[in-house]
Structures are given as C-alpha cells and as structure tokens.
Nanobody, 124 residues
Framework: QVQLVESGGGLVQAGGSLRLSCAAS????????MGWFRQAPGKEREFVAA????????YYADFVKGRFTISRDSAKNTVYLQTNSLKPEDTAVYYC?????????????????WGQGTQVTVSS
C-alpha cells in the first residue's frame, strides 16, 4: 500500500506561485508513475501533469504547459508540482496519484493510489 499526502496549497493572487508537494509512505514510489490531477466544484477530475517512474518523461495538460512543472525526489519519496503564473481558473482541489504499469499517464482510471487533495484558490 502507498499512502499519499499533499501539501502546499493555499490562497494566492493571480500571477502568483505555489509549490505543491506529495509525500509518499508505505513503500518507495521509485517504480511508480506519479500524476497530479485537479477537480473544481461541479467539474470532473482532470489531468494536470505526470512523470514516469524514472523521471525521464514528463507530460502536461495543454492549459498548464509553460506554467507548471512536475518533478520527483526519490530520496525524499516525494513528488512536486511547481505552479507559476496562476490564474483564477486554476482554482481547484489538487490531487496526486501513483500507479505502476500505466498505459496512459493522462487517465485518472489508471492510477492505483490517491491522496486526499490540497486546495488551491487563485483570486483575481
């Protein structure tokens, strides 16, 4: 079992930045692909970014390209999402997820473990 705990969310003005963290416990996530998803009120949970198990491949939703960066630190068993140039439409609960043998890193159905989420609110 893998337990995931997100942190780093908060209230920020448009144009600001936040660094989200996802700390894993229970087992090492070095062999897991990791993803970040978000869910706004009344909307489906959507893909934001993912990183493969080696860290050599990163993937982003079009609406965050050039603004968000996903990274992983195997020594700390932690994955990060650096969010820059935040917009009000980025307001959502952000979730991290872990999975192995994933065919499509953009699909929320492929991930086995999920955190409880961290709220990001961007004011205009």
């Amino acid at each position: 079992q893998v337990q995931l705990v997100e942190s780093g969310g908060g209230l920020v003005q448009a144009g600001g930045s936040l660094r989200l963290s996802c700390a894993a416990s229970g087992r090492t996530i070095s062999s897991y692909a990791m993803g970040w998803f978000r869910q706004a009120p009344g909307k489906e949970r959507e893909f934001v970014a993912a990183i493969n198990w080696s860290g050599g491949g990163t993937y982003y939703a079009d609406f965050v390209k050039g603004r968000f960066t996903i990274s992983r630190d195997s020594a700390k068993n932690t994955v990060y999402l650096q969010t820059n140039s935040l917009k009000p439409e980025d307001t959502a609960v952000y979730y991290c997820a872990a999975g192995r043998g994933i065919a499509s890193l953009r699909s929320k159905y492929e991930y086995d473990y999920w955190g409880q989420g961290t709220q990001v609110t961007v004011s205009s």
